[in-house]
């Protein structure tokens, strides 16, 4: 009931999940990220501990196969859950249970994997990797938008369409973006704008917030704002 790709920008070394469903909140089971050691998606009949589970054997240095092998291993419902991983290095493993509902299946690329079942068919997944691949100019997160707007002109979702949600995080362990469209008639559309809106301050606030190299960040109020004001006078 859902297609998504998990990617890393090999500019920024982030890494990012783009998922949309017809189903309601995808954002708060489907996409998770270790910071440095790679991302998850778990979906069809959605097992969440395979992200909160996941991702901990992820920083342990487990590969993508043998996380997916441990996952399994201890959940009787494998037959009925489709899993994709891909972790920092680029390694890539997914599964997808003989229980999924047509069409379900799983690609991979140069730096992405795209798993999705419920769907139209084949081409959503296609097109997805297509677009993904031939936006390389693209910022990563209007890049993985736009792939999965080339997957839902191929049908995406048999259903159609309720959710959708986008993930990205950098060095730290807080993400650099997290949007979901939990309701609405055209979800991507709606995440396509709130990307946009968060280039207006927070793309350029998150530079100023705590990290592990710098723990209090910059709280000079005068400096946040006028660099943010600065950044928005070069886009005019």
């Known amino acids: 009931m859902t297609?998504?790709?998990?990617?890393?920008?090999?500019?920024?070394?982030?890494?990012?999940?783009a998922v949309a469903t017809r189903f309601f909140a995808v954002g708060a089971l489907v996409?998770?990220?270790?910071?440095?050691?790679?991302?998850?998606?778990?979906?069809?009949?959605?097992?969440?501990?395979?992200?909160i589970d996941g991702v901990k054997l992820l920083r342990d240095g487990k590969s993508p196969h043998d996380v997916i092998m441990a996952l399994l291993a201890g959940d009787a419902g494998r037959d009925s859950r489709q899993v994709h991983i891909m972790d920092a290095k680029g390694r890539i493993a997914a599964h997808s249970g003989k229980d999924c509902?047509?069409?379900f299946?799983?690609?991979?690329?140069?730096?992405?994997?795209?798993?999705?079942?419920?769907?139209?068919?084949?081409?959503?997944?296609?097109?997805?990797?297509?677009?993904?691949?031939d936006s390389a100019r693209l910022p990563f997160a209007q890049r993985l938008i736009k792939a999965m707007f080339a997957g839902?002109?191929?049908?995406?979702?048999?259903?159609?369409?309720?959710?959708?949600?986008?993930?990205i995080h950098g060095t730290e362990d807080w993400p650099a973006l997290d949007l979901r469209v939990d309701d609405h008639t055209d979800p991507l559309r709606e995440l396509e704008r709130l990307e946009a809106v968060s280039r207006e301050r927070w793309v350029h606030f998150r530079g100023f917030m705590p990290t592990r190299d710098n723990p209090a960040g910059i709280t000079d109020r005068a400096v946040i704002e006028a660099a943010i004001a600065n950044q928005g006078s070069r886009q005019t």
């Open 101 to 103: 509902v047509d069409w």
């Open 31 to 51: 996409p998770h990220i270790a910071a440095g050691f790679g991302a998850i998606a778990t979906q069809a009949l959605v097992n969440p501990y395979y992200g």
């Open 105 to 133: 299946g799983h690609i991979s690329g140069d730096g992405f994997s795209i798993a999705g079942n419920m769907l139209a068919g084949p081409a959503v997944l296609d097109e997805t990797a297509r677009v993904y691949a």
């Open 152 to 167: 839902e002109a191929a049908g995406g979702d048999q259903r159609g369409k309720q959710s959708a949600a986008l993930l």
């Open 3 to 17: 297609w998504s790709i998990i990617a890393r920008d090999s500019a920024t070394g982030q890494l990012g999940v």
